[in-house]
């Protein structure tokens, strides 16, 4: 018993460091298509379409907001979630997620929480693990990321998740739901990100971009929960990319849950001199 609780520890520590490496942990107000309040004629395709592309517009509208997300993959037959949360300024495109990896199987957690900061270009990381001191954060820059930052932290950028949206193609409205005592229309769909890419923002422009290259495919299937306002409440997507050794298409779903619009987000980015220049030690 006791060597096959070790095995399966194993191959669970094997699974998380997959995902890790997938999700990038261990390696190293104008919006697609104008503001407007959301119409409550959704259930044609084209009504459906337009709110969704208009999603990224409510959200910086709404200002802020706080954020919870859940990254989900399965590998080696095991499914492991790496969660995150904290807030988001839509207008300033800056956010702090505390973020948590997988525990092992005795319940233990294997990585301490990574404190990430969502900036502009960049992706700030602090904890980020063996061989960066305690109080230095590592800077990745996000425009060189295959992915455009989608799955690199371990969570979806809140906005830039919206502005995936902007590429919706097609898209069916399910009708109205209550999410946590919010009553929330669904809808399902799928967006391109290279259409999206075409049509979002500038500062949000490279990101989708080197995602709609960098992805197996740039077809991305979502639910979309909206309120009243147009606001995202809910946002589940389907990205696939190419396992570097193996090169075979791995699925990630990606979560991301927005709650308390309005409430204050204080983003404080490193200075230069708080920011680790050595070299990261492989976990």
Not at 55 to 82: C, F, K, P, Y
Not at 105 to 132: C, D, Q, W, Y
Request: glycine letters at 12%; charged letters at 25%.
């Amino acid at each position: 018993m006791a060597k096959e609780r070790e095995r399966q520890h194993g191959r669970r520590r094997t699974a998380v460091a997959a995902v890790l490496v997938a999700a990038g942990l261990c390696a190293c107000v104008t919006g697609c298509a104008g503001g407007g309040a959301a119409a409550e004629d959704a259930r044609g395709v084209s009504g459906a379409v337009g709110l969704l592309r208009h999603a990224a517009d409510a959200l910086r509208g709404a200002g802020s907001s706080r954020a919870a997300t859940a990254m989900e993959m399965a590998t080696g037959g095991t499914r492991v979630t790496i969660r995150g949360r904290g807030g988001y300024d839509f207008r300033r495109r800056l956010g702090r997620l505390r973020v948590t990896l997988p525990q092992d199987p005795t319940g233990l957690s294997e990585h301490r929480p990574i404190t990430e900061l969502l900036a502009p270009g960049a992706l700030f990381m602090k904890n980020r693990g063996a061989g960066v001191p305690a109080d230095k954060w590592v800077r990745v820059d996000t425009e060189t990321l295959s992915d455009g930052n989608l799955v690199t932290g371990g969570a979806t950028d809140p906005l830039t998740a919206a502005e995936v949206l902007c590429g919706t193609r097609s898209a069916v409205y399910l009708g109205r739901t209550d999410l946590e005592g919010t009553e929330v229309r669904h809808f399902r769909g799928i967006a391109d990100l290279a259409v999206a890419a075409r049509g979002t923002p500038a500062d949000g422009r490279a990101a989708l971009r080197a995602a709609a290259e960098g992805f197996a495919t740039a077809r991305v299937p979502f639910d979309a929960y909206l309120d009243d306002q147009g606001r995202i409440r809910k946002l589940r997507q389907q990205f696939s990319f190419v396992n570097g050794h193996r090169r075979t298409p791995v699925a990630v779903a990606s979560t991301t849950l927005l709650y308390d619009f309005g409430a204050p987000v204080d983003v404080r980015l490193p200075a230069p001199g708080d920011i680790y220049a050595g070299r990261i030690a492989d976990e």
